[in-house]
């Protein structure tokens, strides 16, 4: 994936209103990584109230645990980079919010905290609606710390779209 510039984030993100608001649904996101990225691009679309409830930054395991309820064991068996953690986050996320589609993302910006397994630059990402079973994929980013971020934003943002 080619590093998507600020415009290029922002027009997803219309792009993703429109399609949310036209089916009557609202987003939520759970976001560890990204730190709220995708809370804050959505928002920057005016009338984004009609179709975005809340976004949680969730960015200690505590924290995913305390808000959205993910579970202690999933962090000490699989960690906080992994499929198991960004399902609980995305069910979690529609527990406690309005919303009735979520988008949950976890994974390693960089530049430290990779290991051979879960190197920099890998990133899970789960998508759920609040009627049907979430599903994740795991994605391995190139670049420093901002690339990988503005690219699990968009492929975040290109994920809830193909699932609406």
Known sequence: MTIPTQTQLRQRAVDLGQSLFGSGLRLVTAESCTGGWIAKIVTDVAGSSAWFDCGMATYSNASKQALLG????????????????????ASGA???????????????????????????????????????????????????????????????????????
Do not use: Y
């Open 94 to 164: 529609l527990r406690h919010s309005c919303g009735d589609v979520a988008v949950a993302v976890s994974g390693i910006a960089g530049p430290g905290g990779g290991t051979e397994d879960k190197p920099v630059g890998t990133v899970w990402i789960a998508w759920q609606r609040r009627d049907r079973t979430g599903d994740a994929q795991v994605f391995r980013f190139d670049g420093d710390r901002d690339a990988v971020r503005r690219q699990a934003v968009m492929a975040a943002l290109q994920g809830l779209r193909a699932r609406l």
């Open 70 to 89: 993910v579970n202690r064991r999933t962090l000490e068996i699989h960690g906080a980079v992994s499929r198991e953690c960004v399902l609980e986050m």
